[in-house]
């Protein structure tokens, strides 16, 4: 089992940009599918991108694509979320997820999620 925690949240401008990191414990974690989720206050929680075990494969929302980045750093056991061009829309809780099966963009498909870091947009 995998244990996650993110950071690099805050309070930043619309246009400004934010880099998020998971931290995963253990040593497996170059086996695992991980993806960004989010949840804007009042709404479900919502898929932002994912990356494959290796990062050869990434997949973005449409709402994001273009301006965020993911990435891992196996040998770190780390996962980033490059955010550039924020909107106000942008405003979350961020979430990552972590899955041993190749998932979909469903949350209810991940199996491991850290606590969340809070990311605010300001106009």
């Known amino acids: 089992q995998v244990q996650l925690v993110e950071s690099g949240g805050g309070l930043v401008q619309a246009g400004d940009s934010l880099r998020l990191s998971c931290e995963a414990s253990?040593?497996?974690?170059?086996?695992?599918?991980m993806g960004w989720f989010r949840q804007a206050p009042g709404k479900e929680r919502e898929f932002v991108a994912r990356?494959?075990?290796?990062?050869?494969?990434?997949y973005y929302s449409d709402s994001v694509k273009g301006r965020f980045d993911i990435s891992r750093d196996n040998a770190k056991n780390t996962l980033y979320l490059q955010m550039n061009s924020l909107k106000s829309e942008d405003t979350a809780v961020y979430y990552c997820?972590?899955?041993?099966?190749?998932?979909?963009?469903?949350?209810?498909?991940?199996?491991?999620w850290g606590q969340g870091t809070q990311v605010t947009v300001s106009s």
């Open positions: 990356i494959s075990q290796r990062g050869t494969y990434t």
């Open positions: 997820a972590a899955s041993r099966l190749d998932r979909d963009n469903s949350d209810s498909q991940w199996p491991f």
């Open positions: 253990g040593r497996s974690f170059n086996t695992y599918y």
